[in-house]
């Protein structure tokens, strides 16, 4: 088993030949099938790195809530559409934002040091959002958290992808997503719990600075990745962390000496293709240098045949995974709820968020035997007739005469009629959320893995901003979509898109 973490899935057919190398150089195939499970060190790594996950489903969820319970709170006056539009949506603006200059600075301040960056700003944005008293104090709030959120996105799978050992790669990224679906249910919970308090909502965005908080002080005293190391001249340093990822004992020196060796190589490889070999190290470190080598990775993500097809590949399923609105649901569920009358919208919500951390469990188990594209062929068909049967049970639903977003009476209107087509319609959004988990909710994140060493940071990068983009797309468009094109016409056209 040659499968490599420093390898692409979509090779290049035209690699460059360097000539004639030593015998450093060539290092031999690297055969870890022998692992029988990832040790007590990657775990460990992988769970305080996770909490970003965990902070990145909160901060998603708890909008849900938020939302029908600030009334009033801000600005002294109820929220209009274009509020509550702006509220959601800039969260993944900002992700969007942050996204691209953090492959950047992933590259040369490090995967961890992003990742604590990414923390203050969580708890900044926590602490902001909850003490605000404005619409525009709210926007801002949201907009930092959202900076974290696409920092923690991009970076969080590509630390956990370049410690894990290759066969246990899948699972381990997607525990990850599992935070994230487990930060959703947490907020549901927190939004369930808080929403008959005063001002309860205060509570719900505030404690989102608590994990961050608590991941920061843990994952200072954490490694950084050996790939990322050895990119840096420190591998000395590398060899010690993957010596702990792969056991520490003798048996495994063998295989650390080759891992290293790989990695050395893909380094090589790199400096080659770029010009730098022959440069001393203080020529590499001024900034003309690094403009030059972010210049050097667009230019080898674009021009090379295997780098452009992993990038179309990335973009794509991670627009995908975005625009089949999902995240409509996570940021919406408890309007939608509200609307069609049930009385308890968002512990009524609690399903969807359930329904997605249950079955994210199960592509953990399942991703690396199944495979991810025949995942993906299982499960999209299974989101197709979970919306297109959405689509059909708003048809016989009489929705209250006022806006889709004035909800503060729909359910006392609705409380007398049958709850036939409401209930078909939480099946029917659970259906739906149950093979988004299984396939699209994890796949894209294996993004890394399609990526070779050279461009695997900045392609990673550009990919999660086509997520982020995507998902300011649905944040910004769902309210007015469900007002004008109907609730039918909106998750009809999701379908259309799966």
């Known amino acids: 088993?040659?499968?490599?973490?420093?390898?692409?899935?979509?090779?290049?057919?035209?690699?460059?030949?360097?000539?004639?190398?030593?015998?450093?150089?060539?290092?031999?195939?690297?055969?870890?099938?022998?692992?029988?499970?990832?040790?007590?060190?990657?775990?460990?790594?992988?769970?305080?790195?996770?909490?970003?996950?965990?902070?990145?489903?909160?901060?998603?969820?708890?909008?849900?809530?938020?939302?029908?319970?600030?009334?009033?709170?801000?600005?002294?006056?109820?929220?209009?559409?274009?509020?509550?539009?702006?509220?959601?949506?800039?969260?993944?603006?900002?992700?969007?934002?942050?996204?691209?200059?953090?492959?950047?600075?992933?590259?040369?301040?490090?995967?961890?040091?992003?990742?604590?960056?990414?923390?203050?700003?969580?708890?900044?944005?926590?602490?902001?959002?909850?003490?605000?008293?404005?619409?525009?104090?709210?926007?801002?709030?949201?907009?930092?958290?959202?900076?974290?959120?696409?920092?923690?996105?991009?970076?969080?799978?590509?630390?956990?992808?370049?410690?894990?050992?290759?066969?246990?790669?899948?699972?381990?990224?997607?525990?990850?997503?599992?935070?994230?679906?487990?930060?959703?249910?947490?907020?549901?919970?927190?939004?369930?719990?808080?929403?008959?308090?005063?001002?309860?909502?205060?509570?719900?965005?505030?404690?989102?600075?608590?994990?961050?908080?608590?991941?920061?002080?843990?994952?200072?005293?954490?490694?950084?990745?050996?790939?990322?190391?050895?990119?840096?001249?420190?591998?000395?340093?590398?060899?010690?962390?993957?010596?702990?990822?792969?056991?520490?004992?003798?048996?495994?020196?063998?295989?650390?000496?080759?891992?290293l060796r790989r990695v050395e190589r893909e380094i090589y490889e790199e400096e080659d293709a770029a010009g730098e070999r022959a440069v001393p190290e203080e020529g590499k470190a001024g900034w003309r240098a690094k403009a030059a080598r972010i210049n050097d990775s667009v230019t080898q993500l674009i021009v090379v045949d295997g780098n452009r097809r992993a990038l179309i590949l990335a973009c794509m399923l991670q627009g995908f995974q975005q625009l089949c609105g999902f995240n409509s649901l996570m940021y919406f569920s408890a309007t939608i709820f509200s609307l069609v009358g049930f009385r308890s919208p968002t512990l009524t919500s609690l399903s969807i968020a359930t329904t997605n951390f249950a079955f994210t469990l199960l592509a953990f188990h399942y991703i690396d035997l199944v495979g991810r594209r025949r995942i993906l062929l299982w499960s999209v068909p299974i989101m197709v007739i979970g919306l297109a049967l959405c689509s059909l049970a708003f048809n016989f639903i009489q929705l209250p005469a006022q806006k889709a977003t004035e909800i503060s009476t729909a359910a006392n209107e609705l409380a007398g009629s049958n709850k036939t087509w409401p209930m078909v319609i939480l099946l029917a959004m659970v259906t739906y959320v149950a093979g988004y988990a299984i396939g699209m909710g994890n796949v894209p994140w294996q993004q890394s893995e399609l990526f070779p060493l050279t461009v695997r940071s900045l392609g990673s990068a550009l990919s999660t901003a086509t997520n982020w983009g995507s998902n300011f797309l649905i944040g910004i468009t769902f309210l007015p979509m469900m007002e004008y094109l109907t609730p039918v016409g909106t998750f009809a056209l999701y379908a259309g898109v799966c």
């Open 1 to 259: 088993m040659t499968t490599t973490a420093a390898e692409p899935l979509i090779s290049n057919n035209h690699r460059q030949s360097f000539g004639e190398r030593d015998a450093h150089d060539e290092a031999p195939d690297v055969d870890e099938s022998a692992l029988g499970s990832p040790g007590a060190f990657i775990w460990i790594l992988t769970f305080c790195a996770g909490v970003s996950g965990l902070l990145f489903g909160y901060d998603t969820g708890v909008i849900s809530s938020t939302l029908v319970s600030i009334n009033t709170d801000l600005s002294s006056r109820p929220l209009s559409i274009l509020d509550k539009s702006l509220i959601t949506s800039c969260t993944s603006l900002f992700a969007l934002i942050a996204s691209p200059l953090t492959g950047v600075l992933a590259d040369h301040w490090g995967r961890k040091k992003v990742i604590l960056l990414a923390d203050f700003f969580f708890v900044v944005g926590a602490l902001w959002q909850a003490f605000t008293g404005t619409v525009g104090g709210m926007i801002s709030g949201r907009s930092v958290v959202g900076a974290a959120v696409g920092a923690a996105s991009f970076v969080v799978p590509l630390y956990i992808s370049e410690l894990s050992p290759s066969p246990f790669r899948g699972r381990l990224v997607t525990v990850c997503t599992l935070f994230i679906t487990g930060g959703q249910v947490v907020a549901y919970i927190i939004g369930w719990l808080f929403s008959a308090h005063p001002h309860g909502w205060r509570w719900m965005v505030g404690l989102g600075a608590l994990p961050a908080a608590i991941q920061f002080l843990v994952l200072y005293f954490m490694p950084e990745t050996p790939r990322w190391l050895v990119k840096v001249n420190r591998k000395e340093q590398a060899k010690r962390v993957l010596s702990r990822v792969y056991g520490g004992d003798g048996s495994a020196e063998g295989l650390v000496n080759s891992v």
